[in-house]
């Protein structure tokens, strides 16, 4: 509710929620609901949606899914468990490495910075092509504790790879305001992307990934700024898992 809240302050017509998701066998388990507090989470949704109709306050219920090989038929599942309004795919881990976990950055060690790119954008190009999600949460946030995605070629062909995929897809890629307030203090993702993307006529949805109320509607202007410079006039909406493209004057 003091997400919700915090939106009408800020001026907004819509809010999604996306709470992230239960994983099988206790995966990353300290950053998510369990299995049986989805009804919870549904029903605390739909309380928020009720108390916030009157007050012209569109509240879609959504969920960040995790992206992960070993655990795309449990996804699945939960897919097909509630009439979501959309499903982010994220990447938090390459293989068993949870690159954007702070205690988890000694790992860099082991990898050499360009593969490290490359694994990352492999693993969400895989997740494009799972056929699962909307949309694809912080496209670059691998560069979360300040590892810059390098100017090489061969990360270069596995970005391109990846948007691609998106592009096939037919996904939209989060722009989001949480980098802003990570070491990195950056938007994801970078503009080049937006500007690969942008040429691709891949779709765009704004989050602020609010982990607390006070992170709603954070650097909306700037994320929508960003889009405008490349000439992306639009952002994606969703209303049980179908998108609407919405003119970006409209929005702010
Ligand atoms: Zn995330």
Excluded at 44 to 72: K, N, W, Y
Excluded at 114 to 124: H, I, K, M
Excluded at 155 to 176: G, Q
């Amino acid at each position: 509710m003091e997400y919700a809240e915090a939106a009408l302050r800020c001026g907004l017509h819509e809010i999604g929620i996306s709470d992230h998701c239960p994983m099988p066998h206790g995966f990353d388990a300290e950053w998510r609901m369990e299995a049986d507090e989805l009804d919870g989470y549904l029903e605390e949704v739909q309380r928020v949606q009720a108390a916030m109709q009157p007050q012209g306050l569109i509240v879609r219920c959504g969920l960040e899914a995790d992206f992960h090989p070993s655990a795309t038929d449990y996804i699945q599942s939960l897919l097909t468990y509630h009439n979501w309004d959309y499903v982010i795919g994220s990447v938090h881990f390459i293989d068993d490495w949870g690159f954007d976990n702070p205690d988890e950055q000694t790992a860099w060690e082991r990898w050499g910075i360009n593969e490290a790119w490359c694994a990352y954008f492999d693993a969400v190009a895989a997740s494009a092509n799972a056929g699962l999600f909307d949309i694809i949460g912080h496209p670059d946030l691998l560069k979360k504790y300040g590892h810059k995605q390098p100017n090489h070629a061969m990360v270069h062909v596995a970005e391109n790879r990846m948007l691609a995929a998106v592009k096939l897809a037919n996904i939209a890629l989060e722009i989001s305001a949480a980098g802003l307030r990570k070491p990195i203090a950056e938007i994801y993702p970078r503009s080049s992307m937006v500007v690969k993307a942008a040429k691709l006529g891949i779709p765009f949805a704004y989050g602020s990934d609010a982990h607390a109320p006070q992170d709603v509607g954070h650097a909306m202007q700037e994320c929508l700024q960003c889009l405008q410079q490349h000439n992306i006039t639009h952002v994606a909406q969703f209303s049980g898992r179908k998108r609407c493209m919405q003119e970006i004057t409209h929005v702010r």
